[in-house]
C-alpha cells in the first residue's frame, strides 16, 4: 500500500483512539451507567397497593461510577437524593469491585491515548522495530479492548449480583424497604462498549495498511527458516 494511504489509515485510527479517550473521560464523570426504578415495598403491603395505585410507590434512580440521584416514593411524594459513592456508600457496596471498574476505565484511557500517539508516530514519523513499530499497534488496540470488556464485565456484575440498586435505594433507612422494580444500562455504559467497537475496527485498519497479524508473521518466518534448513 502506498506510503499515503497508510498515512490516512493512520492518522484516521488516531483520531478514533482520541476519540475514545475523550469518550471514556465523560463517561467516568457521567451519573448515567444505570437507570431504573424502586419499589417502596413497605408502603405498598401496608395499602395492598396493585394496578395504578402501585405508582404511588415506585421511584426512580441513577447513578454512574461516583456519584447519582434517587428520587424515593413512598405514597407520600418523591423525596429527591443525592449521593456519592466515595465516601458515602463505601461500607454498603462492594468496594473493591467498584474501584477495579474505576481503575480499568483509568487504565483504557491510558492506553488509548498510548495507541493515539503510535498511530501519529507510524503516520508521521519513521516507527522502528518491536513494540515500538507498526506491530506494537495491535498490542495497544487489544489491550484497549480487553479493558474495555472487563470495565463491562466487572461493572454488570456488580450491578446484578451484588444487587448495588437495590444497596443504594435502601441506605440510610431505617423504616422503610425498597426493592428494585426494573432496571437497564444507560448510555455511558453503552459508550465503553463504543470503545470496545473502535479499537476493534482500529485493528482492522491497522490489517487494511497492510500490516500482517503477529503471529501470523511468526509463522510464516518459521516456514520460511525451516526451509532454509532444509536446502542447507
Same mark, same amino acid.
Given at each position: ?11 484516521? %485510527? ?80 462492594? %468496594? ?26 507510524? %503516520?508521521?514519523?519513521?516507527?522502528? /522495530? ?38 443504594? %435505594?435502601?441506605?440510610? *433507612? ?8 426494573? /432496571? ?32 501470523? /508473521?511468526?509463522? *510464516? ?12
Amino acid at each position: 500500500m502506498p506510503n499515503r494511504q497508510k498515512k490516512i489509515i493512520f492518522s484516521v %485510527a488516531g483520531v478514533l483512539s482520541f476519540g475514545c479517550v475523550l469518550i471514556v473521560a465523560a463517561a467516568m464523570g457521567s451519573q448515567f451507567w444505570v437507570q431504573g426504578t424502586m419499589l417502596c415495598t413497605t408502603g405498598a403491603q401496608l395499602v395492598n397497593a396493585t394496578g395504578q395505585e402501585l405508582d404511588k410507590f415506585v421511584g426512580r434512580v441513577n447513578y454512574g461510577l461516583f456519584h447519582g440521584q434517587t428520587v424515593k416514593q413512598c405514597g407520600l411524594g418523591g423525596r429527591p437524593f443525592r449521593f456519592s459513592f466515595f465516601p458515602n456508600l463505601v461500607d454498603v457496596i462492594p %468496594a473493591s469491585l467498584h474501584v477495579t471498574v474505576i481503575f480499568f476505565c483509568g487504565v483504557l484511557i491510558l492506553f488509548s491515548s498510548v495507541a493515539t500517539g503510535f498511530f501519529v508516530y507510524n %503516520a508521521f514519523g519513521s516507527p522502528y /522495530e518491536t513494540l515500538h513499530g507498526a506491530l506494537g499497534l495491535y498490542l495497544w488496540n487489544f489491550v484497549c479492548c480487553l479493558c474495555s470488556c472487563l470495565v463491562m464485565i466487572l461493572f454488570a456484575s456488580e450491578v446484578k449480583l451484588h444487587r448495588l440498586s437495590d444497596h443504594i %435505594a435502601n441506605f440510610n *433507612e431505617g423504616t422503610f424497604m425498597y426493592k428494585t422494580h426494573t /432496571e437497564q444500562f444507560d448510555h455511558s455504559f453503552w459508550l465503553i462498549f463504543l470503545t470496545f467497537l473502535v479499537h476493534s475496527l482500529n485493528i482492522l485498519l491497522i490489517r487494511v495498511a497492510g500490516i500482517q497479524f503477529p503471529f501470523q /508473521e511468526a509463522k *510464516e518466518s518459521n516456514v520460511n527458516t525451516g526451509a532454509s534448513d532444509l536446502m542447507y
